[in-house]
């Protein structure tokens, strides 16, 4: 499974979001759609979109066109969001606390499958309509992630088989979940919980339904490109290895892997400080907010513009970046390797901005404007 590089001719808009006030965010349809295909033509299951990642309208659509009919939603926001893009939508509701109101609100919605990770939060859903699935989660010691989703979700594997136990005798179809951890880059992760998911197979003694492997499926951060292909076959094989003829069908639910790579944005230089450091219009209240949590992106994404739209190609070199607000932790906390000749009114063009970035911004201070460029020239 080879990656093809698509096109970005944002070139094109530079001048477009030199006029703009706030953030631009230039969005690629067939970038989208190329990921869509990879997931689907590559992993072995359900492909769902997770979509707390990106939510707005043009990603929905474009996936919706692209043959995604299933969602995972994490609130009833999101249901009514995808509901608007496509009313027969299938929803997975699988952020597994839930007050009661969400509750009955998602099942207005007509959601399939849920998650649960301890017997009160199954309690809570009540009476479900026949065929609902629910999906225990389970989880193991994280590794080869940026962050642990352990700490909040999931129960251990002895936990699980219980609750999986119950699930089964009251009537639901039993399915198991697990999240290997955000931005995952060790392959042999999912294996590890697949062998763990047969395993609470067999001491529960019930056969599931489905097994979701969660997300976790790493982007392209400038350094490596993931190797995705290899996660799908290692998925593939674990599921035959430790299931072997009773292996249930499997899900996935992508986010960040799925839409990052289909969105640059586009920040501007307010000032460059007597020190060297950058002030940009936007920051970790906007744009950037992940930057505080994950690894700076790599150079290979990021390029500068002066005001009349000439990258600037000069030596790099590591400052400062801050972002517009007046408070100072509003910073981006790796230095940024910028070209020694950056001014004030170049253009900052940050490619892989799709996942988390528009969804985390706020209006701190009263910046945040955002504005989305199409681009369809290819």
Sequence with gaps: MRHE???HPIEHHIQDAFAAEGTVYAFSPARLRARVSLFQGGFPGLVTYAVKANDHPLVLQTLVDAGMQAFDVASVAEMQRVREINPTAVLHYHNPVRSRQEIECAKDFGVRSWSIDDKTELDKLGDLPKGSEIAVRFKLPMQGAAYDFGEKFGT????????????AARGYVPCLTFHPGTQCT????????????AQICETAGVR????????????????????????FAEIAQAKDRYFGAEAPELVCEPGRSMVSDSFSVMLSVKAVRPNGAVILNDGIYGALAEWRDMAAIGTRLIRVYDR???????????GVV????????????????????IAEGDMIVVDGMGAYSMSLACKFNGYGAIHVIKLEEF
């Design 186 to 197: 060790d392959h042999t992760a999912w294996a590890r919980h697949i062998k763990a998911a």
């Design 5 to 7: 590089q698509i096109p």
């Design 156 to 167: 251990t594997p002895e936990v699980a088989a219980e609750l999986l136990k119950i699930v």
């Design 208 to 231: 599931i339904a489905r097994l979701n492997v969660g997300g976790g499926f790493a982007a392209d951060r400038g350094v490596v490109y993931p190797d995705l292909s290899s996660v």
């Design 322 to 341: 801050f972002g517009p607000t007046c408070d100072s932790l509003d910073r981006v906390t790796q230095p940024m390797a910028l070209p020694k000749s």
């Design 308 to 318: 009349h739209g000439v990258q600037r190609k000069d030596e790099l070199r590591p």
